[in-house]
T-cell receptor, first 115, second 116 residues
Framework: AQSVTQLDSHVSVSEGTPVLLRCNYSSSYSPSLFWYVQHPNKGLQLLLKYTSAATLVKGINGFEAEFKKSETSFHLTKPSAHMSDAAEYFCVVSAYTGTASKLTFGTGTRLQVTL | GAVVSQHPSRVICKSGTSVKIECRSLDFQATTMFWYRQFPKQSLMLMATSNEGSKATYEQGVEKDKFLINHASLTLSTLTVTSAHPEDSSFYIC????????????FGSGTRLTVV
């Protein structure tokens, strides 16, 4: 079994300030973890992924996330928010059990960026 | 990179009719495709998983006779909403994956279905 908890349903930051979107996971197997971004009425775009390599993962658009097994966390950060970062962000876990693999989505965090 | 094309992006249909949504992997072979449903301001809910050439595996609570999934080739999967009702109105998103390893999920751009 696997699950994802996004601790904040809504985060608001000022442009130019740091972004922190929190995510905790649970998985019975060695997980892969992803962050996706979704703009209104659009599909999902992959920001970054962790697949058991380096624990600090760098993604697109200046985002990065750190896999912390001891804390079962995979928080998404960005040093300086831009207006174009306003969107819905999903933390996702996947585990390959040997017979099947599927994604489990968090409930999403809406990021608002203000001037 | 991997691209998944989903069509149509938006469709309006009358109650009782059927609607087909296509999901194509453009530059890779998708051994597995996934169909999700997303209600407004909510997360994605997996509806079914389909492997090329075999029957789809539906999640609990999803009516397989209502949501027909066909994955006839390694690059195409279709979702047909049969006898559509207004409560079927939603945002449907497909995802495709190649290989067995836990990476390489690519999402389509979604289909906004409105049943009137």
């Amino acid at each position: 079994a696997q699950s994802v908890t996004q601790l904040d349903s809504h985060v608001s930051v000022s442009e130019g300030t740091p972004v922190l979107l929190r995510c905790n996971y649970s998985s019975s197997y060695s997980p892969s973890l992803f962050w996706y971004v979704q703009h209104p009425n659009k599909g999902l775009q992959l920001l970054l992924k962790y697949t058991s390599a380096a624990t600090l993962v760098k993604g697109i658009n200046g985002f990065e996330a750190e896999f912390k097994k001891s804390e079962t966390s995979f928080h998404l950060t960005k040093p300086s928010a831009h207006m174009s970062d306003a969107a819905e962000y999903f933390c996702v876990v996947s585990a390959y059990t040997g017979t099947a693999s599927k994604l489990t989505f968090g409930t999403g965090t809406r990021l608002q960026v203000t001037l | 990179g991997a691209v998944v094309s989903q069509h149509p992006s938006r469709v309006i249909c009358k109650s009782g009719t059927s609607v087909k949504i296509e999901c194509r992997s453009l530059d890779f072979q998708a051994t597995t495709m996934f169909w999700y449903r997303q209600f407004p301001k909510q997360s994605l809910m997996l509806m079914a998983t389909s492997n090329e050439g075999s029957k789809a595996t539906y999640e609990q609570g999803v009516e397989k006779d209502k949501f027909l999934i066909n994955h006839a080739s390694l690059t195409l999967s279709t979702l047909t909403v049969t006898s559509a009702h207004p409560e079927d109105s939603s945002f449907y998103i497909c995802s495709a994956r190649s290989g067995r390893i836990n990476y390489g999920y690519t999402f389509g751009s979604g289909t906004r279905l409105t049943v009137v």
